[in-house]
């Protein structure tokens, strides 16, 4: 059974044997919540279908490939759900489809992936495995642009663009079936995560990789207006430990948490801190593009005092320490995430944000 009153070690004893599947297990945030349940002992069956440009990626678990299991398939897939689902105590549904760029392209893709698919697992849960506990992972995107700041999780939901609401979509059927099916069920809304094992191909899924690797490759950073939009950044680390708590805890089920960071930080001072970390680059501000304007949020930052309150979680890597993380793996492992990696010197002498 699930802890109810769970604090952070609590919920790491919790794992200790206790069978797990991640859904997009080879991803950003499941291949290093995939490490961390290793750690605490727990036996880990990663699932991913490794679909091109969504950033599932092998090396992302090459240090732990021989303490997990993994199967590539793919979540809409009804008959593998079937056979993976029953042994499971704990899902945590990380698959998705997550660039808001792609969803306008090709909107019926992001349909099928993010709706779909959530949809046919639950349907497995509902009908071989009725006491699985499932975690999934939502985003501030089904926000919109704020009426107000912080962002709490009675704000209007106002999607700017078609991911934003399939992923509403996604987490309502969770919802659903916590309610009416009894499939203990939670929601964690993401909010800009970033750090190693991250998607560095494109620039379609985030926009913190690719100031990295830009400043890695002493390329130029290009922000859209005057680059004054402040965001709430989320170090994967604190994101994983959220991840553990809503699924160790009962009274994680059927409720919604955003997530957040420490504090909030312009793009434009996002950009310059990254240049002068990773040692390269420059910062320059143009006009919107067209394309892009109309999804624009504008400035977002959340109020996550609902799950600090109700789990105990908060945010405890700031943006500088998390930064330094994030460029030093890229600088250590970055031809396993873009194809041209420029010779990386460990040290280097920062250079002056230019706009």
């Given at each position: 059974?699930?802890?109810?009153?769970?604090?952070?070690?609590?919920?790491?004893?919790?794992?200790?044997g206790?069978?797990?599947?991640?859904?997009?297990?080879?991803?950003?945030?499941?291949?290093?919540l995939?490490?961390?349940?290793?750690?605490?002992?727990?036996?880990?069956?990663?699932v991913d279908?490794?679909?091109p440009?969504?950033?599932?990626?092998?090396?992302?678990?090459s240090?732990?490939?021989?303490?997990?299991h993994?199967?590539?398939a793919?979540?809409r897939?009804?008959?593998?759900?079937?056979?993976l689902v029953?042994?499971?105590?704990?899902?945590?549904?990380?698959?998705?489809?997550?660039?808001?760029?792609?969803?306008m392209?090709?909107?019926?893709?992001?349909?099928e992936?993010?709706c779909?698919?959530?949809?046919?697992?639950?349907?497995?849960?509902?009908?071989?495995n009725?006491?699985?506990?499932?975690?999934?992972?939502?985003t501030?995107?089904?926000?919109?642009?704020?009426?107000?700041?912080?962002v709490a999780?009675?704000?209007?939901?106002?999607?700017t663009?078609v991911?934003?609401?399939?992923?509403?979509?996604?987490e309502?059927?969770?919802?659903?079936?916590?309610?009416v099916?009894?499939?203990?069920?939670?929601?964690?809304?993401?909010?800009n995560?970033?750090?190693?094992?991250?998607?560095?191909?494109h620039?379609r899924?985030?926009?913190?990789p690719w100031?990295?690797?830009?400043?890695?490759?002493?390329?130029?950073?290009?922000?859209?207006?005057?680059?004054?939009?402040?965001?709430?950044?989320?170090?994967?680390?604190?994101?994983v430990?959220?991840?553990?708590?809503?699924?160790?805890?009962e009274a994680?089920?059927?409720?919604?948490?955003?997530?957040g960071?420490?504090?909030?930080?312009?793009?434009?001072?996002?950009?310059?801190?990254?240049?002068?970390l990773?040692?390269?680059?420059?910062v320059?501000?143009?006009?919107w593009?067209?394309?892009?304007k109309?999804?624009d949020?504008?400035?977002?930052?959340?109020?996550?005092?609902?799950?600090?309150?109700?789990?105990?979680?908060?945010?405890?890597?700031?943006v500088?320490?998390?930064?330094?993380?994030?460029?030093?793996?890229y600088?250590a492992?970055?031809?396993?995430?873009?194809?041209t990696?420029p010779?990386?010197?460990r040290?280097?002498?920062?250079?002056?944000?230019?706009?």
């Amino acid at each position: 059974m699930a802890c109810s009153d769970c604090g952070y070690d609590t919920a790491h004893r919790f794992y200790a044997g206790r069978r797990v599947m991640i859904t997009g297990g080879l991803g950003f945030v499941g291949s290093n919540l995939a490490y961390r349940l290793v750690e605490l002992g727990s036996p880990v069956l990663l699932v991913d279908a490794l679909l091109p440009d969504q950033g599932g990626n092998l090396f992302n678990v090459s240090a732990i490939r021989d303490q997990v299991h993994l199967r590539i398939a793919d979540l809409r897939d009804a008959s593998t759900m079937a056979d993976l689902v029953p042994e499971c105590e704990v899902i945590f549904n990380l698959a998705g489809q997550v660039s808001h760029i792609d969803s306008m392209r090709d909107p019926l893709a992001d349909l099928e992936i993010n709706c779909r698919g959530p949809l046919v697992l639950l349907e497995a849960c509902r009908l071989h495995n009725g006491g699985v506990k499932v975690v999934y992972t939502s985003t501030r995107q089904i926000y919109g642009r704020p009426a107000s700041l912080p962002v709490a999780e009675t704000h209007l939901k106002q999607p700017t663009d078609v991911n934003g609401v399939n992923k509403m979509a996604g987490e309502w059927y969770h919802l659903v079936y916590n309610r009416v099916y009894g499939i203990r069920a939670t929601s964690l809304r993401l909010t800009n995560t970033y750090g190693p094992r991250q998607l560095m191909m494109h620039n379609r899924q985030g926009f913190i990789p690719w100031f990295i690797r830009r400043a890695l490759e002493g390329a130029e950073i290009t922000l859209y207006g005057d680059g004054s939009q402040l965001r709430d950044l989320t170090f994967v680390d604190d994101a994983v430990e959220a991840l553990l708590l809503a699924g160790a805890n009962e009274a994680a089920n059927g409720e919604v948490f955003n997530l957040g960071g420490v504090t909030p930080i312009t793009l434009r001072d996002l950009a310059g801190r990254i240049v002068e970390l990773a040692g390269g680059g420059s910062v320059r501000c143009v006009p919107w593009p067209s394309e892009k304007k109309p999804i624009d949020i504008g400035s977002f930052y959340a109020d996550y005092s609902k799950i600090r309150r109700v789990l105990g979680w908060e945010p405890k890597v700031d943006v500088t320490e998390g930064l330094q993380r994030t460029i030093a793996y890229y600088r250590a492992h970055g031809r396993h995430y873009w194809p041209t990696v420029p010779e990386m010197a460990r040290d280097h002498d920062p250079v002056p944000l230019r706009a």
